[in-house]
């Protein structure tokens, strides 16, 4: 080989490790035909999705079914109105930005429905703020009472606490490993201190692949 070409070959061939090789990215707009992308490391929309759809209708399907049994007894009923305080992740998982959505998915499908009228998140944590209470510090009844009683102040009283929580666990098994995520409502009627507990969970596979 030419000395020349050894030259020219050693810098195109250090350069090309100094710097790299220059990418690009592309974008798809998927349509409502298409399907979520499976996130390969953590919990994505094929998770959280499906989680969420399964247990708003099971908690939609209690209210009815208790309207039923009202109805058939001759008691008036209405829509229940609900506080929403938060979504509390205790899973394996961070589950970063999906915590915004996960919560503006739920309120949305509450509020769209003929069972519920749902109190503006911006109201709830106007009332948390005021009344300087986090969510898990509402299920003690002084706590509650302050929180109720600011809410009243801000002209939005409810009948129900609602708390939504994610928990996980994994099942390991040499390089893959199964985890099972579990989405659960919890409403409290505030006048009876009575509560309802609807969950969905969904299972998921990852493997690790040597390349």
Not at 28 to 54: C, F, Q, R
Request: proline share 2%; charged share 30%; net charge neutral.
């Amino acid at each position: 080989m030419d000395r020349r070409d050894f030259l020219t070959t050693s810098v195109v061939v250090c350069s090309a490790s100094v710097f790299g090789c220059r990418g690009t990215q592309k974008a798809t707009v998927l349509t409502g035909e298409d399907a979520d992308a499976v996130a390969s490391h953590e919990a994505g929309a094929e998770t959280w999705k499906p989680l969420i759809d399964e247990a708003v209708g099971r908690l939609m399907g209690r209210q009815i079914q208790e309207i039923q049994q009202a109805s058939a007894q001759g008691i008036p009923t209405g829509k229940k109105r609900i506080c929403f305080v938060g979504v509390e992740n205790r899973s394996a998982e961070e589950i970063r930005d999906f915590k915004e959505q996960i919560y503006e998915l739920i309120d949305t499908r509450l509020s769209q429905s003929d069972l519920y009228s749902s109190i503006s998140r911006r109201y709830v944590q106007a009332g948390l703020d005021e009344s300087r209470l986090r969510p898990d510090e509402l299920f003690m009844p002084n706590n509650q009472e302050l929180f109720m009683q600011t809410m009243q102040k801000l002209n939005q009283p409810f009948d129900y606490l609602l708390f939504a929580k994610i928990t996980s666990g994994t099942t390991r098994d040499n390089k893959k490993y199964q985890r099972d995520y579990l989405l659960t409502f919890e409403m409290v009627d505030i006048n009876t201190g009575e509560f309802t507990k609807e969950s969905a969970t969904l299972r998921k596979m990852y493997k690790k692949s040597l390349m």
